[in-house]
């Protein structure tokens, strides 16, 4: 099992940067492709982006494309996502999950698949 814990949300204003951060608690860190996930108001939760257990495969959601990169420091056990360019429509909470799965390089962007999810941080982008 992982505890998750995100921080680093904020308010900004659109262009501006913000870096999330996501810590994993215990030993099997590097055993779980990490994704990040978003949920604004009145939406269904929505996958933004993905690293595979060795971090050599990384996936991104079409709309943050270029301007979003995900990486992961396993001496840490913690994953980022640093976010650029930032719009009004990426105000979201954001969210860090671990998807206990057996590949070391394919990712997942179902939120289905992912077994454990951290509270949450909120984004607001001002326009």
């Known amino acids: 099992q992982v505890q998750l814990v995100e921080s680093g949300g904020g308010l900004v204003q659109a262009g501006g940067s913000l870096r999330l951060s996501c810590a994993a608690s215990g030993r099997t860190f590097n055993t779980y492709t990490m994704g990040w996930f978003r949920q604004a108001p009145g939406k269904e939760r929505e996958f933004v982006a993905a690293i595979s257990r060795g971090g050599g495969t990384t996936y991104y959601a079409d709309s943050v494309k270029g301007r979003f990169t995900i990486s992961r420091d396993t001496a840490k056990n913690t994953v980022y996502l640093q976010m650029n360019s930032l719009k009004p429509e990426d105000t979201a909470v954001y969210y860090c999950?671990?998807?206990?799965?057996?590949?070391?390089?394919?990712?997942?962007?179902?939120?289905?698949?992912?077994?454990?999810w951290g509270q949450g941080t909120q984004v607001t982008v001002l326009s």
């Open positions: 999950a671990a998807d206990q799965t057996l590949s070391s390089s394919y990712v997942r962007t179902s939120h289905r698949n992912y077994d454990y």
